[in-house]
């Protein structure tokens, strides 16, 4: 049986709670992950996946997300150069999930696995004593029961 130590991403993207949104979705794009692990003092506080960027408050869509990472695809109708000033203003703190489903180094992969799907979740961190080791996505339990 596997454990989330044999599988966890050993270098996940770490961002702080006061990073803009804006830098956030850059840091996503340039790691090529859909979520982060919010630190603050070395500990983790909180989850930030790019569909929190997507349903934030503002309910911002895709294409504008994307021009906020100077992409050249129009902004949809109705948004106003203040709204998206608003919005890039934004900080994780504000989108961020704070109740964390998380695991420790040595879980099973069959209960990372139920964890995943009974909440729904697509990112979870791998802590020990409140510091992250790793995170464990979809794509990383698939891989480990199927190979690849």
């Not at 956030?24 to 909180?46: F, Y």
């Amino acid at each position: 049986m596997q454990h989330a130590i044999d599988i966890m991403n050993r270098e996940p993207l770490l961002v702080s709670p006061d990073l803009s949104v804006g830098d956030l979705a850059r840091k996503l794009l340039e790691a090529d992950v859909d979520g982060a692990c919010v630190v603050k003092d070395g500990k983790l506080v909180g989850v930030v996946t790019s569909m929190d960027l997507v349903f934030q408050d503002k309910q911002v869509h895709l294409p504008t997300m994307i021009a906020f990472i100077d992409a050249l695809i129009p902004i949809g109708a109705g948004r106003t150069k203040t709204e998206l000033e608003k919005i890039t203003a934004s900080t994780v703190r504000e989108i961020m999930t704070t109740d964390v489903k998380k695991v420790p180094f040595d879980a099973p992969l069959d209960e990372i696995a139920t964890l995943m799907v009974e909440h729904h979740i697509t990112l979870v961190p791998v802590v020990r004593d409140g510091r992250v080791l790793g995170t464990i996505t979809k794509k990383d339990v698939l891989r480990a029961h199927y190979g690849g």
